[in-house]
């Protein structure tokens, strides 16, 4: 229904009233449909198309399908499955491809007749795609026939044709997205390769081939032993304790496959999908594995003597520990959260997984003694080491984080105290620090100098992070303090939270990390970006962490001093410049350069460039960010080793997250 507008409310009738029809409403409100028209939602097109394939594979019609980045940005997928319909629908009287290619909400997987299951249950997939798309084409091999037809911007252009014969059976679907829609028609081909290989664990034994054009790589990804390799891959860079345990079983209508493994680090992974799609919110089957996880090995460990009469029973963070895990479900009628399908909400789930995870656990733990004692044993300590970070955390408080006149000693605080306003400024050392003191503006900028190179969290407990000067007195500036004392979980378990208590007390809105443009201030970046990543992810997720980006050099030309922040941009400014011998500078740290400079390059809201963290896409970019800082900063050398030796060429600033 269209807004009023200008029409005066006495004249407000009927006639005003609009109706769009067909794909036209996708077109005038694509962000409702794919979520942006930015980078998010032109690589989600590729998702639609290829989960219609998987939708095969899960029916068992679909063993290979083949993925092609053309030249001009147009993107083709070709299964092996049964094709889509080409005879006519009873109700539309038009072909069935051309209803699934033009109507929402139109396909076989309401009813519950062709698909038993189905990622793409909310029936708009390949209809948004054909809507956002300047050109789509179908081909079908179907009944002995190849059938053509084609579409531009949503309307058909050329009636659906037979134009040859075949054997084979399967559906091709190419298309081109619409400039006129999205900011950008150019690919990220590593966005389009992460779902693809994620695809191929979910889905044991399917063969993915993607072909890019451009530069004429082609890569196959077929796991034989799926979610099992899958959790062998996410602990790549970690040092797993035992060989994946792995189960599934089949309930009613309902299929649970489960993997994990625990390895000797600190964080917990876990990875839940249902029918292929992420549900990076968890929901009911999370819970339902977390419980009866935490039930099994407080049950063993009882039953063992593991854990005597005076021990209190482990909590879910004891036991989940350096845990990585994939549960995959495959059922009738899942119930997501809105289109987005972050988080999976079918009540019954809950007590269904909870049910075989325990049964399966128990009989695992029961069989394999030397496992169960050593995975036992880590969450003992991790027990304690719970309580020492929930002291820790306490004296943290009790320092007065939340409190002004209690602030560490280090904080150059502003005068500003409508948090909206205010930007702190994590300077590497003293000299960068009193550089950023004498130039920002008192008013609403304030500067926490750090003083060496702080911790690696991804190698520490909590309770080690807590206790270490830097952090204590970064959470101590920030206000909003680490939650450590537990709480009851949505499943009834008590929970643990080492993860940013309110974001409502942040006492900066803008929280900028300045460090060098050399080495060393990139490994400053790492570490507190990683710190961030794993203890207060609500500040990257609600916009609040940025990246400064300083200039690498100064180009004197007469009076003027002109900045560059590549070698590129350096190039660039010597073309232009009239002296016939500029003098260059290259600052190899924010301590080089006088406060005004540093004010107007790096600290002044008009001038300076920043770069804002984001996890923009929460479905595949927090997974892709996890395995990064595994590989970077976890204990294991060698998956470190393959990364630098593979992307040192492309490197730049070092954005790990960065949008």
Same mark, same amino acid.
């Given at each position: 229904m269209a807004r009023k507008g200008k029409v005066a409310a006495r004249d407000y009738k009927a006639k005003h009233i609009q109706v769009l029809k067909g794909l036209e409403a996708v077109r005038?409100?694509?962000?409702?449909?794919?979520?942006?028209?930015?980078?998010?939602?032109?690589?989600?097109?590729?998702? *639609?198309?290829?989960?219609?394939?998987?939708?095969?594979? @899960?029916?068992?019609?679909?063993?290979?399908?083949?993925?092609?980045?053309?030249?001009?940005?147009?993107?083709?997928?070709?299964?092996?499955?049964?094709?889509?319909?080409?005879?006519?629908?009873?109700?539309?009287?038009?072909?069935?491809?051309?209803?699934?290619?033009?109507?929402?909400?139109?396909?076989?997987?309401?009813? =519950?007749?062709?698909?038993?299951?189905?990622?793409?249950?909310?029936?708009?997939?390949?209809?948004?795609?054909?809507?956002?798309?300047?050109?789509?084409e179908v081909e079908v091999s179907r009944g002995g026939k190849v059938h053509h037809m084609r579409f531009e911007r949503g309307k058909v252009k050329s009636k659906l044709k037979a134009k040859g014969k075949t054997?084979?059976?399967?559906?091709?679907?190419?298309?081109?997205?619409?400039?006129?829609?999205?900011?950008?028609?150019?690919?990220?081909?590593?966005?389009?390769?992460?779902?693809?290989?994620?695809?191929?664990?979910?889905?044991?034994?399917?063969?993915?081939?993607?072909?890019? *054009?451009?530069?004429?790589?082609?890569?196959?990804?077929?796991?034989?032993?799926?979610?099992?390799?899958?959790?062998?891959?996410?602990?790549?860079?970690?040092?797993? @304790?035992?060989?994946?345990?792995?189960?599934?079983?089949k309930r009613k209508e309902t299929e649970v496959e489960i993997a994990l493994q625990y390895n000797n680090g600190y964080q917990d992974t876990i990875l839940s999908y249902a029918n292929n799609i992420h549900t990076a919110e968890g929901g009911?089957?999370?819970?339902g594995f977390k419980t009866a996880l935490t039930r099994a090995l407080n049950q063993y460990a009882r039953?063992?003597?593991?854990?005597?009469?005076?021990?209190?029973?482990? @909590?879910?963070?004891?036991?989940?520990?350096? $845990?990585? !895990?994939?549960?995959?479900?495959?059922?009738?009628?899942?119930?997501?959260?809105?289109?987005?399908?972050?988080?999976?909400?079918?009540? *019954?789930?809950?007590?269904?997984?909870?049910?075989?995870?325990?049964?399966?656990? !128990?009989?695992?733990?029961?069989?394999?003694?030397?496992?169960?004692?050593?995975?036992?044993?880590?969450?003992?300590?991790?027990?304690?080491?719970? *309580?020492?970070a929930r002291r820790a955390a306490d004296l943290v408080k009790r320092k007065g984080a939340l409190e002004n006149s209690n602030l560490p000693g280090t904080l150059w605080d502003c005068q500003e105290r409508d948090a909206s306003k205010t930007e702190l400024f994590l300077v590497e050392g003293p000299s960068a620090g009193g550089s950023a003191k004498q130039g920002r503006d008192s008013h609403y900028q304030a500067i926490l100098p750090l003083r060496g190179v702080v911790l690696n969290v991804e190698r520490a407990r909590p309770d080690r992070m807590l206790k270490n000067q830097e952090f204590a007195t970064l959470i101590q500036a920030l206000g909003?303090?680490?939650?450590?004392?537990?709480?009851?979980?949505?499943?009834?378990?008590?929970?643990?939270?080492?993860?940013?208590?309110?974001?409502?007390? $942040?006492?900066?809105?803008?929280?900028?990390?300045?460090?060098?443009?050399?080495?060393?201030?990139?490994?400053?970046?790492?570490?507190?970006?990683?710190?961030?990543?794993?203890?207060?992810?609500?500040?990257?997720?609600?916009?609040?962490?940025?990246?400064?980006?300083?200039?690498?050099? =100064?180009?004197?030309?007469?009076?003027?001093?002109?900045?560059?922040?590549?070698?590129?941009?350096?190039?660039?400014?010597?073309?232009?410049?009239?002296?016939k011998n500029p003098t260059i500078q290259r600052y190899k740290g924010l301590g080089e350069m006088n406060p005004d400079q540093l004010s107007e390059t790096t600290m002044d809201p008009e001038k300076r460039r920043i770069k804002r963290v984001t996890i923009e896409d929460a479905e595949d970019a927090m997974k892709r960010a996890d395995e990064i800082f595994a590989t970077l900063m976890g204990d294991v050398v060698e998956p470190r080793k393959n990364f630098i030796v593979k992307y040192a060429k492309e490197a730049r600033d070092l954005d790990l997250v960065g949008a």
């Open positions: 005038r409100r694509p962000a409702m449909y794919v979520g942006t028209t930015g980078p998010r939602g032109l690589h989600h097109l590729f998702v *639609e198309v290829v989960d219609n394939c998987i939708d095969e594979v @899960m029916a068992g019609y679909c063993t290979q399908i083949d993925c092609v980045l053309h030249k001009d940005d147009s993107i083709s997928v070709t299964d092996n499955g049964s094709g889509i319909p080409v005879d006519k629908h009873p109700v539309e009287k038009r072909p069935g491809v051309e209803v699934a290619m033009t109507v929402l909400h139109a396909g076989s997987k309401f009813g =519950g007749g062709a698909y038993k299951v189905s990622g793409g249950l909310h029936g708009v997939g390949v209809s948004v795609v054909n809507a956002l798309s300047e050109w789509l054997k084979k059976t399967g559906t091709k679907v190419s298309y081109r997205p619409d400039a006129e829609i999205f900011e950008s028609i150019e690919h990220e081909p590593e966005r389009l390769l992460t779902r693809l290989e994620e695809l191929a664990y979910l889905n044991r034994g399917v063969k993915i081939n993607f072909t890019n *054009e451009k530069t004429g790589e082609t890569v196959t990804y077929q796991e034989k032993n799926g979610i099992q390799a899958y959790v062998e891959h996410l602990n790549s860079a970690r040092e797993p @304790m035992h060989r994946p345990i792995y189960f599934s079983r009911t089957h999370v819970s039953k063992a003597n593991l854990l005597k009469e005076k021990d209190k029973n482990f @909590m879910g963070d004891d036991v989940r520990e350096g $845990l990585t !895990a994939v549960i995959s479900l495959r059922l009738r009628q899942p119930q997501f959260e809105g289109q987005t399908k972050t988080k999976l909400g079918n009540s *019954e789930i809950e007590g269904l997984v909870n049910s075989v995870v325990g049964e399966a656990l !128990a009989d695992y733990l029961e069989e394999h003694p030397t496992v169960a004692r050593r995975i036992v044993d880590k969450g003992v300590t991790a027990a304690r080491a719970r *309580e020492a909003a303090s680490i939650n450590l004392n537990g709480g009851n979980g949505s499943n009834g378990e008590s929970e643990e939270s080492h993860t940013l208590l309110d974001i409502s007390k $942040l006492r900066y809105h803008k929280v900028i990390i300045m460090a060098d443009a050399d080495v060393d201030g990139a490994h400053i970046r790492t570490l507190l970006l990683t710190f961030f990543f794993r203890y207060m992810p609500k500040l990257i997720e609600d916009g609040h962490l940025y990246i400064a980006q300083p200039p690498l050099y =100064g180009v004197r030309n007469g009076r003027d001093l002109l900045y560059a922040h590549s070698d590129e941009e350096l190039a660039g400014i010597l073309k232009k410049v009239k002296a």
